[in-house]
């Protein structure tokens, strides 16, 4: 069964503090890596997403860094706000042979204030 | 524009009990996807449809089944409910490719008693 491993299950950061969330995956086929939002009560949203050709995405206060010798990749949240409380999900999918996302089990971020 | 429209949004069933859970996009997709998500899991496949008149399992299928009535419509069904189905089910559809950004609709949160 292919995996994507998250980790940490739930993080609890200060308001304007940095929020990492890591991801590992096995299949070396794997040529997408998105990062989904999902608030209570909603339905999960494309946040930001990367392919294997760069290192680092950067779209305003959050960055996906992307190692793909070590088949990891993470989500970096700068000056984190409790606007961001939300749960975070990667995901990984092989685009060339018309593979289906596959997500992690995801992440409870809360911000406190 | 709704994107992905979901119904209903709430259902309690008794055990044994039957209903279709409803989706529908409008951004003419011809990738269509059933998820469920229980806490700690993640978001899980059931089934896929990758284009009008095709359907196939994913991870989690059993006591399931599907229909993909038109490219905008793809319905989940569950002929005999059991408590083990009580979760937030989720339709997603995305574009040309499968295993690309995919929208997610509201969810419908279903009790089986």
């Known amino acids: 069964q292919q995996q994507v491993k998250q980790s940490p299950q739930s993080l609890i950061v200060q308001k304007g503090g940095i929020s990492i969330i890591n991801c590992a995956y096995e299949?070396?086929?794997?040529?997408?890596f998105p990062w989904y939002q999902q608030f209570p009560g909603k339905g999960p949203a494309l946040l930001i997403a990367?392919?294997?050709?760069?290192s680092e995405k950067k779209e305003g206060r959050f960055t996906i860094s992307f190692n793909k010798s070590a088949k990891q990749f993470s989500l970096h949240i700068m000056d984190s706000q409790p606007g961001d409380s939300a749960t975070y999900f990667c995901a990984a999918s092989n685009r060339g042979s018309q593979g289906n996302l596959i997500f992690g089990k995801g992440t409870k971020l809360s911000v406190k204030p | 524009n709704a994107g992905v429209t979901q119904t209903p949004k709430f259902q309690v069933l008794k055990t044994g009990q039957s209903m279709t859970l409803q989706c529908a996009q409008d951004m003419n997709h011809n990738s269509m996807y059933w998820y469920r998500q229980d806490p700690g899991m993640g978001l899980r496949l059931i089934y896929y449809s990758a284009s009008e008149g095709t359907t196939d399992k994913g991870e989690v299928p059993n006591g399931y089944n599907v229909s993909r009535l038109n490219k905008r419509e793809f319905s989940l069904r569950l002929e005999s409910a059991a408590p083990s189905q009580t979760s937030v089910y989720f339709c997603?559809?995305?574009?040309?490719?499968?295993?690309?950004?995919?929208?997610f609709g509201q969810g419908t949160r279903l009790t089986v008693v």
């Open positions: 299949n070396t086929a794997f040529d997408y």
């Open positions: 997603a559809s995305s574009g040309l490719s499968k295993g690309t950004e995919a929208f």
């Open positions: 990367i392919r294997p050709d760069v």
